[in-house]
């Protein structure tokens, strides 16, 4: 059975913002669309617990600009008990992009719980992306600016862009640890669907764009489902 499928997809925003986690308090974002971001892009699109996305590369379509806003946060987390906005708020300075576009490609990896070929979950992206479909809106980093996509169209040309973008987060681990119990999070299983406990662990890559293209190694997958203790079944 087939167990890998290619997909990709355009998205473009007005504004966007990979947020850099080495910078604390301010958002400063990445110049470009980071891997966690593109994989958000197409669970939002589809996305089913046979598999999982492994965001091959990434082509700038539109480099788009900064532009520096002042936007009101909360300083805590919403939990059982409500928030005062006016005790919890604060303003807060992030550095943003502005109209970009994007060109995503990415595997569907078959997971142990698939019975079906990676193609059906292939050819079901296409025609939700051909529709307009999704199951929630997508949006490029954060909530507030959300993304529009399409499939690729033949006027669509990547930039002739090189750059080299240094450490960028490609995604988060969710390591179950009985000791650590940071955080609840789902375990999609062979024999169903799980709730388990533990943190998430941010992994990172050196980031190049190289012709217009970001290239994700395939290597650094290979180390978030080892630390996962997952197996997708790749198929290299």
């Keep these: 059975m ?3 499928a290619k997909v990709q997809v355009k998205v473009w925003g007005e504004y966007a913002c990979f947020t850099r986690p080495e910078f604390k308090v301010e958002r400063i974002s990445y110049p470009v669309m ?3 971001a593109a994989r ?3 669970e939002a699109i589809f996305w089913k617990p046979e598999f999982r996305y492994e965001v091959r590369q990434i082509g700038i379509l539109s480099l788009g600009g900064q532009q520096a806003i002042l936007r009101n946060e909360l300083t805590s987390k919403q939990n059982k008990n409500p928030i005062v906005i006016e005790s919890a708020r604060a303003q807060r300075t992030s550095l943003i992009l502005k109209n970009v576009a994007y060109w995503i490609v990415a595997d569907i990896i078959l997971t142990n719980r698939a019975v079906d070929p990676a193609a059906k979950y292939r050819d079901q992206f296409n025609r ?5 479909q999704c199951h929630h809106t997508p949006y490029l980093g954060t909530r507030e600016f959300a993304a529009y996509f399409s499939s690729i169209d033949e006027d669509d040309v990547v930039k002739p862009v090189d750059m ?4 960028m987060l490609l995604d988060f681990a969710f390591i179950e640890d009985g000791s650590r119990k940071e955080m609840e999070f789902l375990r999609y299983e062979e024999t169903g669907t799980r709730t388990a406990v533990g943190f998430a662990k941010p992994l990172f890559f050196e980031a190049k764009v190289e012709n217009g293209w970001l290239h994700v190694p395939k290597e650094t997958y290979q180390q978030l489902y080892a630390l996962e203790g997952q197996n997708a079944l790749r198929v290299d």
């Design 2 to 4: 087939q167990r890998r």
């Design 34 to 36: 980071t891997p966690s």
């Design 40 to 42: 958000g892009v197409l």
């Design 128 to 132: 939700r992306v051909e529709r307009g």
């Design 164 to 167: 080299d973008i240094g450490t």
